[in-house]
């Protein structure tokens, strides 16, 4: 194991024509067996010490959603690009193990980092509402994104692991959720959407996989998790999410957050906020490795 180094995951460089068939019919695919029991002690370890403001870096997440003492004890605790924030994230979400495999199953040429998200469900906690990702990505052209759901404990279906609605990647993309967290029926949405795509018999797949796992889902897929009902069972992890290489902001409203990062009259996306995690030109934001060892980025 590198352990000052972004992720080396030489599970992701083997997906052949299975993988992209899974990944083009159903909008998702597993694969099994990605990160070992070090990398995810390191990051299990990494998510109290995130959410109680501790900071590898000194600097702050760009979204930070749940507090101790501060927030309801129940609801799925949230953060995003928290690899700004601590090494250990930045090594899995700066991984270009991880930039390759999007880029191959999305087609792309290359893969940049849009932003990671953590999700912690504690026993006992709420859901997430049903959503597509790409509804999100407005601020960009192409409105386009790709996630590595990366799975820190063993998966239940009683414990709110993430459902899929295979094929659901085919129905029309939809505005951006209202009442995302702890909703009262978290597929709500998602049935709404079916009847207007005409799907009278959407099913959900719940993903029950071992700690380690990955799973590749597109931005269009519509996917949630239930409660998490079990009282000693944590489920926690890792959305990476991942934009094409040459994506560029939008001429569009939306992305309130991330369209800080950009610069007056120029639509490109800066690599100090969106890093190239693999191009199949051999670009590859060049601070990473040093930025993953230290925290310096140059
Ligand atoms: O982990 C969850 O419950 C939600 C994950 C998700 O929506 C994502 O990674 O895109
Ligand atoms: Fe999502």
Redesign the pocket.
């Known amino acids: 194991m590198e352990l000052s180094t972004a992720y080396s995951l030489p599970a992701l460089r083997t997906l052949g024509p299975s993988e992209m068939e899974r990944f083009r019919e159903d909008g998702f695919v597993v694969i099994e067996n990605v990160l070992d029991e070090a990398q995810l002690e390191a990051l299990r370890a990494s998510l109290p010490k995130l959410f109680s403001g501790k900071f590898d870096t000194g600097v702050y997440p760009d979204e930070w959603y749940w507090r101790e003492g501060m927030s309801l004890p129940d609801v ?1 605790r949230h953060m995003a690009n928290a690899w700004k924030a601590d090494l250990t994230v930045a090594k899995l979400a700066l991984s270009a193990d991880i930039g390759r495999a999007a880029a191959q199953l999305s087609g792309w040429t290359g893969a940049r980092l849009g932003q990671d ?1 953590i ?1 912690w469900k504690p026993p006992k906690t709420k859901a ?1 509402s049903f ?1 597509q ?1 790409s509804s999100y990505m407005d601020f960009l052209d192409p409105p386009r994104t790709i ?1 590595c ?1 990366v799975v820190l404990d063993q998966t239940h279906r009683d414990a ?1 692991t ?1 459902e899929y609605v295979a094929g659901s990647h085919r129905w029309p993309l939809t505005q951006i959720p209202e009442g995302f967290h702890a909703p009262e029926d978290h597929r709500a949405l998602m049935k709404r959407a079916a009847i207007e795509a005409g799907e009278l018999d959407a099913k959900t797949v719940p993903i029950e996989v071992p700690a380690g796992s990955c799973v590749f889902h597109c931005g269009e897929i519509w ?3 239930g409660p998490n009902l079990t009282s000693d069972r944590a489920r926690r ?1 890792i ?1 990476i ?1 991942m934009v094409q290489v040459d994506a560029q902001f939008s001429n569009r409203r939306g992305g309130y957050i991330y369209r800080r990062y950009q610069r007056t009259g120029d639509p490109a996306l800066d690599e100090s906020y969106f890093p190239i995690l693999w191009a199949d030109d051999g670009r590859r934001t060049d601070w990473i490795e040093g930025y993953c060892a230290s925290g310096r980025r140059g």
Request: proline fraction near 0%; charge should be negative.
């Open positions: 799925t998200t999700w997430v959503h990702d996630t759901w709110g993430l996917h949630g998790s992890s959305g999410h």
